[in-house]
């Protein structure tokens, strides 16, 4: 139907007077995109299939292509936007649920950006990091209550298990299965190299990588994908994923095409079987339940792993944190509405959830009044884009912080967001091993390593601007953040206050 | 002046100040007159700006040893009049007056200031099943927090904190600390950077008997405040003294820890430093800074705590701030500067800085080092 057709959105702008017509684009292009006309020796270009993923950009060897937003138009309308146009379009043509990838895009609110971090002037004196010691190590568990002494009255460590952290920041879940083995073998070594720890989502653990453990969070989902004893043994952590900002309240779905070989091996299902995570985990429908599998999960590891509850930031997220802190967990990761997703129903990425800087601080803030807070850490995810973001959420009152996005970043991807295509020309978000090869674990790892490094350093840097040399001191330091532009009811629930006051 | 008619300062926003710090301490229990550390304090003037001073002693009333003596201000007599109602039912008082000032043209403005010896009313001390402390605690933050124009400033068992608007020599004359004699004495002279000056916000700042003297900025402040706040505790005045001496009550009296784990809370060693202790030491110290991380502080400081039989002095980590200690025979000295040292004792036995984060502990002899 003429209807269905739609003008692409980006056009190929290729400059011929720089092509050498070397084939290279066509080559990487997955998407099949370029194509030689042999008669006529020239490039063609098939712009609808396009993702503006910029593989050939960043290839092309005499820099002739760019990827240009097409200047074709609708008939401008404030409300019938382009997209909700189009949207209609497809939907009509084909009947099912619109499905998105990587984290919520649309205009709303980054209160990260309306945030501004205190520096030292006169009254006390900012600290040199490159001349006095600045501590980014953080410990993530349960505090005791109080503390007990031996005979001797020596102190008696009576601290539950913890995962030390040489610095605030963690590669959140992200399965195997939705992301390549390249990826998540370049995630386990970069964490084992920076003292960090990567998370398994719920696709299990690769046979090849349990030398990763002591630097593996193992994550355990409602369709306990991969999950056996050895499973859970071989992490430093158990992460029991109870939703995902990008997708609050529904469950997974890796397509049977994609479970294939070791996936299908690893997750423990056969071959071309889709595997379905259910919305809820069936065996917890109240928060009694959560207990029970959160003692179910510490015996079977006889109590010397900590324990993660993942949920989406929702409306009600400080009365569910109160209830998670309760249950016998020891960490709470909160992932804002911005987390990103190996695929998602658009309407469901674009539309539910709420801001992870909102339901940081007021988890935070709700914990601290029922004198729990000490009953867990808090790891803030979904999404953090810089290290003065984490220093932001630490100073909101986040112990650490989980990054997915940015790591992907490091890795090479461009934010197409067509993951669940399966066919990611950087070699991550899929599974073809000619796709997966182009993504050199010694050469990603690396990047990674940089990436926290750097970020490392901008920790320090914003720290000994605020005169504290150690990061203990900047958690929940909420003084130490202003806000630009925000209203009283947004301020009172960051619980900070404006510029210049 | 009381915190409500200031005009919504002091105790609503914080207030940085830089400072002047000063302590004596008598092992043997000797009494020394108030009128030493008043000297002493003169000596450094200008590190203060005559918005505010203050100093505790220690041992100052002996005859009513045992009996909790609350200093109180009060804005006017109605102030007093519905304050006092309470303390007669929470409590027994003993004795109760005025507490004796000499007139100087250097501290005006001054409020009721009285001065009661109490013990918890022993059948609501009984009802509320809180231990004395506890109970006492209890009602001088209720006072505080809930009272309009009344704020108990010193709370302690033979010991008394005196603080004013003012120089500190000033206020040492104001309140005739001459007349007073105790084996422990702290001084502070405050430089706050606002202008008016509130007379609870000066220092010492004091609860139960401790009782803190502090120069410096903390960075850490929201971060201490925040997590000392579950546990009971409010911070009405927003100063780092305030917090402080939560933080060492919440250590050393409801977590039972000694005044070196206390240090090694608040200002814990590096992890560097910590890897390169032996083993048992670096667990010892590895467990302290995570089970109480959030009450690690940072930022400038040099404080004086004084409490019952003892006294401590401590500087921030990186020793951001100057403090020297000293010995003569059985008295221990401190301050911001030497010269204030040598105004009390010329002929000293030792001198030294404390190296950043290493505590200075003294007790009376034959007294343990906790503090309770
Ligand atoms: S990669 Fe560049 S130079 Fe090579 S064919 Fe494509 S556009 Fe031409
Ligand atoms: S992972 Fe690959 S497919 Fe997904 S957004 Fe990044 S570049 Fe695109």
């Known amino acids: 139907m003429p209807v269905d057709f739609m003008y692409p959105e980006y056009e190929i702008a290729r400059n011929d007077s720089r092509c050498i017509r070397c084939r290279v684009c066509e080559r990487q292009c997955a998407n099949e995109v370029h194509s030689y006309e042999e008669s006529g020796n020239f490039m063609l270009s098939d712009e609808s299939k396009c993702v503006n993923c910029h593989r050939c950009v960043s290839l092309c060897p005499t820099r002739a292509l760019k990827i240009v937003k097409s200047d074709h138009c609708f008939k401008e309308n404030a409300n019938w936007n382009q997209a909700a146009i189009k949207e209609i379009y497809k939907q009509s043509g084909s009947g099912g649920v619109l499905l998105s990838s990587m984290g919520n895009p649309e205009r709303y609110p980054v209160y990260w950006d309306k945030m501004l971090i205190n520096a030292s002037q006169v009254t006390n004196p900012s600290i040199d990091p490159l001349r006095e010691p600045m501590e980014t190590k953080v410990f993530l568990g349960k505090k005791p209550e109080r503390i007990e002494r031996g005979p001797d009255g020596s102190l008696r460590n009576n601290l539950t298990p913890q995962l030390e952290l040489a610095m605030p920041v963690m590669f959140s879940a992200m399965s195997y299965g939705s992301i390549s083995y390249n990826a998540h073998e370049s995630l386990a070594r970069a964490s084992r190299e920076l003292g960090i720890f990567y998370n398994t989502g719920e696709g299990g653990l690769h046979e090849d990588f349990y030398q990763y453990g002591e630097n593996t969070i193992v994550q355990v989902a409602s369709g306990r994908f991969g999950v056996h004893r050895e499973y859970l043994e071989a992490g430093a952590a158990i992460e029991i994923k109870m939703g995902q900002g990008a997708k609050p309240g529904i469950g997974g779905h890796l397509p049977g095409e994609k479970i294939v070989g070791d996936i299908s091996k690893t997750r423990m299902i056969p071959e071309g079987s889709d595997a379905i995570s259910p919305a809820p985990h069936h065996d917890i429908y109240s928060i009694e339940d959560l207990r029970q599998l959160v003692f179910s999960l510490k015996e079977a590891t006889q109590y010397k792993k900590p324990v993660i509850v993942k949920v989406a930031a929702v409306h009600n997220i400080a009365a569910i944190a109160s209830g998670i802190a309760r249950s016998g967990a020891d960490i709470i990761a909160i992932d804002g509405f911005r987390g990103g997703t190996g695929a998602a129903p658009t309407r469901i990425r674009d539309n539910v959830g709420i801001p992870i800087e909102l339901a940081l601080a007021s988890v935070d803030a709700r914990l601290r009044d029922e004198g729990i807070r000490n009953n867990v850490s808090l790891v803030a995810g979904g999404s953090i884009r810089n290290s003065a973001d984490v220093v932001k959420a630490i100073a909101l009152g986040a112990d650490a912080v989980y990054i997915a996005t940015g790591a992907l970043l490091a890795l090479g991807c461009h934010l197409c967001r067509s993951c669940q295509s399966g066919k990611c020309n950087w070699g991550i978000a899929t599974q073809r091993p000619e796709l997966v090869k182009r993504l050199n674990p010694d050469m990603g790892f690396r990047r990674l390593v940089n990436l926290l490094t750097a970020w490392n350093h901008e920790i320090k840097e914003l720290m000994g601007g605020m005169g504290i040399n150690s990061i203990e001191a900047l958690k929940g330091n909420r003084l130490m953040l202003r806000g630009t532009g925000l209203n009283e009811n947004e301020l009172g629930i960051l619980g900070i206050s404006h510029a210049g006051e | ?372």
């Open chain 2, 1 to 372: 002046m009381l915190k409500e008619n200031l005009n919504g300062k002091e105790g609503q926003i914080r207030i940085p100040s830089g400072c002047a710090i000063a302590g004596l301490f008598s092992r043997s229990g000797k009494s020394v007159s108030g009128e030493t550390i008043v000297n002493a304090m003169t000596v450094m003037h200008d590190r203060s700006n005559g918005l505010g001073g203050g100093f505790a002693g220690y041992g100052i009333y002996p005859q009513y040893k045992d009996l909790y003596a609350l200093h109180v201000f009060y804005n006017n007599v109605s102030a007093k009049e519905e304050c006092e109602k309470y303390i007669d039912k929470a409590f027994e008082v003993i004795n109760l007056s005025r507490i004796p000032i000499r007139k100087t043209p250097r501290i005006t403005d001054e409020p009721l200031i009285w001065r009661y010896f109490v013990a918890p009313h022993h059948n609501k001390l009984m009802d509320s099943q809180l231990d004395e402390d506890e109970y006492v605690v209890r009602a001088v933050i209720r006072i505080n927090t809930s009272f309009d124009g009344s704020y108990v400033f010193s709370s302690g068992k033979n010991m008394g904190s005196f603080k004013a608007v003012g120089f500190p020599e000033d206020v040492g004359t104001f309140y005739r600390l001459d007349e007073y004699e105790g084996y422990c004495w702290t001084g502070h002279g405050r430089y706050p950077t606002n202008t008016p000056g509130w007379w609870g916000g000066a220092h010492p700042f004091s609860m139960l008997d401790y009782s803190i003297v502090h120069n410096g900025e903390i960075s850490s402040y929201d971060a201490n405040r925040r997590f000392i706040e579950m546990y009971g505790y409010k911070c009405t005045l927003l100063t780092d003294t305030e917090v402080i001496t939560y933080i060492v009550d919440f250590l050393t009296r409801k977590q039972a820890l000694t005044l070196t784990e206390v240090a090694d809370i608040i200002a814990a060693p590096f992890w560097s430093t910590i890897e390169s202790k032996p083993p048992k030491e670096r667990e010892r110290l590895t467990y302290l800074r995570n089970a109480f991380s959030s009450l690690l502080i940072t930022g400038p400081f040099s404080i004086l705590l004084g409490f019952s039989g003892g006294m401590m002095a401590l500087n921030d980590r990186l020793k951001l701030r100057s403090m020297v200690v000293a010995e003569k025979g059985d008295m221990v000295y401190a301050a911001s500067e030497e010269a204030a040292i040598r105004m009390m004792e010329p002929e000293l036995d030792r001198i030294w800085s404390p190296m950043g984060g290493e505590p200075v502990i003294v007790t009376l002899e034959g007294g343990a080092e906790q503090c309770r």
